[in-house]
């Protein structure tokens, strides 16, 4: 989650919804390898849906809320939806393969498919145009603002929705700029000595990043409210199992607020955290945080026995090159 808003979807958090007037929503969602027996779908002005699954493995609910921009859950992911008036909408996907497999069939559902497409787009031009020289990078970026903007104009969708996205698109474009200045300032440090960090320890008394020389040190930067944080969570636990005994230390930095922080002990007791769990003295201001560039989280971020960064943007937990890349270090 960005400091300012979330992203890596198609960036619409910050769009009202746009219908006034309530009208009936006939859904359902037929998944496979779920992550959960129920599923939610959330709106502005306090909207929430919860839908259980059924004898038959099937999501099914009818409900009334305004025409707009919604988001779907599992527990685990989640992806931007479009309600409107009438609307018969049949979801099919596979949660292992979350973005890719989402597919509406039935009335109404254009407005969703081009969201779950325009999703995916997104999130492939970020693995891939980032990669770029800061030229090649820019002149990509406004052909992908040109051509999202031809595809939406010919598409059969309703008039507020299109409104609604061109301003989606430019807020992806000074996203995408703002975070390829960020990735380029983290490569930078490749290599570098870390920037250092003397945070108060959940077990007691204080962590500094020297106290882990020696070791490869894997730091999660992340807080209790962020969503995708806790998402993170599960996997790296399963890190943290599978890489016991191995010269590898596993990190988690809060940038809770220092108000929050009796919440965040509490959290990390009731979930059982484990690794070195640290509470950073400034939440998003603390110089480790600023130092690093980070504008979002959850950012990960992978330190040599030596205090030297291997990598200012690790890949997640979730993320099956994390392994490679630790396996190739440690064994």
């Given at each position: ?302 330190i040599d026995p030596k205090g030297n960064v291997v990598n200012a943007d690790a890949s997640r937990p979730s993320d099956p090159k994390l392994e490679i890349q630790l396996n190739s270090l440690l064994n």
């Amino acid at each position: 989650m960005r400091k300012l808003f979330v992203a890596g979807l198609v960036i619409i958090n910050a769009l009202n919804v746009l219908g006034q007037s309530k009208s009936q929503i006939k859904f359902t969602a037929k998944i496979e390898n779920r992550n959960s027996d129920t599923l939610v779908i959330q709106g502005r002005n306090g909207f929430k849906q919860i839908i259980p699954i059924d004898k038959k493995g099937v999501f099914a609910a009818s409900f009334d809320t305004p025409k707009g921009f919604y988001v779907f859950s599992d527990g685990t992911e989640s992806s931007n939806i479009y309600l409107k008036p009438n609307s018969e909408i049949n979801l099919t996907m596979n949660a292992k393969q979350f973005d890719e497999t989402i597919i509406y069939k039935g009335k109404g559902v254009n407005e969703s498919n081009f969201l779950a497409q325009q999703a995916l787009k997104d999130e492939k031009f970020q693995e891939a145009e980032f990669k770029l020289e800061q030229d090649g990078f820019v002149a990509a970026l406004d052909e992908k603002l040109k051509k999202d903007t031809e595809a939406l104009e010919k598409g059969d969708f309703d008039p507020e929705f299109k409104t609604a996205l061109k301003q989606s698109f430019e807020s992806f474009h000074q996203y995408a700029s703002e975070e390829y200045e960020r990735a380029s300032k983290a490569n930078k440090l490749a290599g570098k000595p870390s920037p250092e960090f003397d945070y108060e320890n959940h077990k007691g008394g204080k962590t500094k990043l020297a106290d882990l020389k020696g070791k490869y040190v894997y730091i999660d930067l992340w807080a209790t409210w962020c969503a995708p944080c806790r998402a993170e969570i599960p996997y790296l636990q399963k890190m943290e199992e599978k890489y016991h005994g191995k010269n590898i230390e596993f990190v988690s930095i809060s940038i809770d607020k220092l108000k929050d922080n009796e919440k965040w002990k509490k959290f990390v007791t009731d979930k059982n955290l484990g690794g070195i769990q640290l509470f950073a003295d400034k939440d998003w201001e603390s110089e480790f945080v600023t130092k690093y560039g980070v504008t979002g989280i959850p950012r990960f971020i992978l330190i040599d026995p030596k205090g030297n960064v291997v990598n200012a943007d690790a890949s997640r937990p979730s993320d099956p090159k994390l392994e490679i890349q630790l396996n190739s270090l440690l064994n």
